[in-house]
């Protein structure tokens, strides 16, 4: 190390408390062992972040976002409307939850008996109504359609502060092979700071696991191949310090070390789980895919994503697009079946079903249940999130419309007071009217929970300086 990097070494360590200065100075070793030659620019601004991190309270170590894709009706679940007119109101009725004064539908009964848990909020809204775009909006916390190519949320945190979780990645997709997976990016950032995706077509059929993650050639094998690549890539190394050889270097490193460790494979393994917590979360895909989530997260994964659909498999629908993009029949208690020419369905279950409300009441019920009685909540923020509602109007096919104007979303743990509501909509719930929130507020929300002060700004191109969200605000009622 040159004496000028040593300096800056000790000028950062200097304001850091004894943990801090040990964990940024494990990361150093590593990286510098990596075969990076000395310290790039981008990390020494990256220690810079994790210095100045100790001025917000961090109340979460990690993030689990359940993203149910589609566009969730927020009046069939979390905003019931019973004075919709009679053609247009949900056949769904409001019910009572764990804390007064707060009513769901009844699709989510299992999950208003944790409301004291959750804190709603009512009043999320923004202009897109396009699903890849919308999907985009809410993984990043900033506007797809700037300009600027932002990287998600989960690539943004595990730059800034990293993971405790060494034989893991710190921001993993569970599956990762939806429809709108592909929306998923590092953006600006280092190709190491890029998702890990798990795949998967069904979690709970016998024997999943992630692919390649068992070592085919034994553990002793494995490592003397290891050492051989690190032999062989040296040289090239000291000539090529570029982002894609990074991105490589780190692929290779995160695979030997998932490959290798025990820890890792019993994170993925479901045989652990016993029978009680298999029907906590429902045995099927989802409940599986909130389970690993779970799993996960306890395993010290910093930033965790369920992006998850049922599997065409073992249902009978015209189509088989599950997900929530119900613009016909969406009451019907079987399959929508599907009229492309009337209003472009792709076919689906309807919303009260067991593959779409039904196992999403219950995997999400449990999830809350089971993160609780594990004393995984204090620390894990949890966030039940969609990328727009639907319009409060039927249309002509029994469905609903896209509606980005107003949509829910719920979070849990991590010092939130549960058993509230923020915000609301109008008695159609076709508006915000109260306390309106962005995604990028709810970003914000997420960055200020994990310590993450984003006064200051993010690196890009040409180390060019950006704002973390555009002008975002944490929700007050949240933080």
Same mark, same amino acid.
């Given at each position: 190390m040159s004496g000028k990097a040593r300096q800056q070494e000790v000028a950062i360590l200097d304001v850091l408390t004894p943990n801090q200065r040990r964990w940024c100075r494990r990361e150093w070793v590593r990286r510098t062992s990596l075969g990076v030659l000395g310290l790039s620019m981008a990390d020494l601004l990256l220690l810079e972040k994790r210095a100045s991190a100790g001025t917000l309270p961090r109340q979460a170590k990690n993030v689990l976002v359940i993203l149910?894709?589609?566009?969730?009706?927020?009046?069939? /679940?979390?905003?019931?409307?019973?004075?919709?007119? +009679?053609?247009?109101? &949900?056949?769904?009725?409001?019910?009572?939850?764990?804390?007064?004064?707060?009513?769901?539908?009844?699709?989510?009964?299992?999950?208003?008996?944790? %409301?004291?848990?959750?804190?709603?909020?009512?009043? $999320?809204?923004?202009?897109?109504?396009?699903?890849?775009?919308?999907?985009?909006? $809410?993984?990043?916390?900033?506007?797809? +359609?700037?300009? $600027?190519?932002?990287?998600?949320?989960?690539?943004?945190? &595990?730059?800034?502060?990293?993971?405790?979780c060494s034989y893991l990645p710190p921001y993993i997709m569970i599956p990762g092979n939806s429809e709108q997976a592909y929306n998923t990016t590092n953006g600006f950032m280092s190709a190491t700071r890029s998702v890990f995706k798990t795949g998967g077509d069904d979690?709970?059929?016998?024997?999943?696991?992630?692919?390649?993650?068992?070592?085919?050639?034994?553990?002793?094998?494995t490592g003397r191949r290891r050492e051989l690549l690190g032999r062989m890539e040296s040289g090239f190394v000291e000539t090529a310090n570029n982002d894609f050889v990074q991105a490589a270097r780190s692929?290779?490193?995160? %695979?030997?070390?998932?490959? /290798?460790?025990?820890?890792?494979? %019993?994170?993925?393994?479901? &045989?652990?789980e016993t029978d009680r917590t298999r029907d906590l979360y429902g045995r099927g895909h989802r409940g599986f895919c909130y389970l690993l989530g779970r799993k996960l997260i306890e395993a010290g994964v910093r930033f965790v994503t369920v992006d998850v659909r049922w599997p065409k498999s073992g249902v009978k629908v015209d189509g088989g697009n599950l997900n929530w993009d119900h613009h016909d029949n969406i009451y019907t208690d079987g399959s929508c079946g599907r009229d492309r020419v009337l209003c472009g369905g792709e076919g689906r279950y309807g919303i009260g079903t067991w593959p779409m409300m039904g196992s999403t009441d219950h995997a999400l019920a449990g999830l809350i249940a089971d993160m609780h009685d594990r004393?995984?909540?204090?620390?894990?923020?949890? #966030?039940?999130? /969609?990328?727009?509602?639907?319009?409060?109007?039927?249309?002509? #096919?029994?469905?609903?419309?896209?509606?980005?104007?107003?949509?829910?979303?719920?979070?849990?743990?991590?010092?939130?007071?549960?058993?509230?509501?923020?915000?609301?909509?109008?008695?159609?719930?076709?508006? +915000? /009217?109260?306390?309106?929130?962005?995604?990028?507020?709810?970003?914000?929300t997420i960055y200020y929970k994990l310590g993450i002060p984003t006064g200051r700004t993010l690196r890009g191109p040409g180390d060019t300086p950006i704002d973390f969200t555009e002008g975002g605000s944490p929700i007050p009622e949240l933080i």
């Open positions: 149910e894709q589609g566009g969730l009706s927020h009046m069939d /679940t979390f905003d019931p409307k019973p004075d919709l007119p +009679v053609e247009d109101r &949900s056949p769904y009725k409001p019910i009572r939850t764990s804390v007064d004064g707060i009513e769901f539908t009844e699709l989510l009964a299992k999950t208003a008996r944790q %409301a004291h848990h959750l804190a709603v909020v009512r009043s $999320m809204h923004h202009a897109i109504s396009d699903h890849p775009m919308g999907t985009a909006y $809410m993984l990043r916390g900033n506007n797809p +359609v700037s300009p $600027m190519r932002y990287p998600d949320l989960g690539s943004v945190v &595990s730059e800034v502060i990293g993971s405790e979690l709970s059929a016998p024997g999943w696991t992630v692919q390649g993650l068992t070592p085919t050639v034994g553990l002793e094998r692929a290779y490193e995160q %695979a030997f070390n998932a490959v /290798t460790s025990p820890e890792a494979r %019993a994170a993925f393994d479901f &045989s652990r004393g995984l909540l204090k620390e894990t923020l949890v #966030c039940f999130v /969609t990328e727009f509602g639907r319009s409060p109007k039927m249309n002509r #096919c029994h469905g609903r419309d896209h509606w980005p104007q107003a949509f829910s979303i719920a979070l849990a743990g991590a010092g939130i007071r549960g058993g509230q509501v923020i915000g609301a909509t109008d008695k159609i719930g076709g508006e +915000v /009217t109260e306390k309106p929130h962005t995604p990028q507020d709810y970003a914000e």
